[in-house]
Nanobody, 123 residues
Framework: QVQLVESGGGLVQAGDSLTLSCATS????????MGWFRQAPGKEREFVAR???????FYSDPVLGRFTISRDTAKSTVNLQMNSLKPDDTAVYYC?????????????????WGKGTPVTVSS
């Protein structure tokens, strides 16, 4: 059974940095494209970043240039480095796994979800 376990969320100030980590298995990293979605209070889940099995990387426009997704096969983790955080980045962040073709995907394409880790950015 595929499991995705997020960690690293917390309360930070605007302009700070934070790194989220998603622990899974090496098999999962081989079989799935990995990504991050987020859901702010009162809003729908939205795509944040994705790294395909081939290494192709995609970001949503709001985080492009500030967030970096990476994959550590030795540790079987997928990380999201978040810099220059803004209050609008406040959300629960979910690690995801999918097998969908293409770059930026919708939440309907996600096959496996983690339970999420909350990030709060104060102004």
């Amino acid at each position: 059974q595929v499991q995705l376990v997020e960690s690293g969320g917390g309360l930070v100030q605007a302009g700070d940095s934070l790194t989220l980590s998603c622990a899974t298995s090496r098999r999962t990293l081989i079989d799935y494209h990995m990504g991050w979605f987020r859901q702010a209070p009162g809003k729908e889940r939205e795509f944040v970043a994705r790294i395909r099995r081939s290494g192709g990387i995609f970001y949503s426009d709001p985080v492009l240039g500030r967030f970096t997704i990476s994959r550590d096969t030795a540790k079987s983790t997928v990380n999201l480095q978040m810099n220059s955080l803004k209050p609008d980045d406040t959300a629960v962040y979910y690690c995801t796994a999918d097998v969908t073709a293409g770059g930026i995907i919708s939440s309907n394409n996600v096959r496996i979800w983690g339970k999420g880790t909350p990030v709060t950015v104060s102004s």
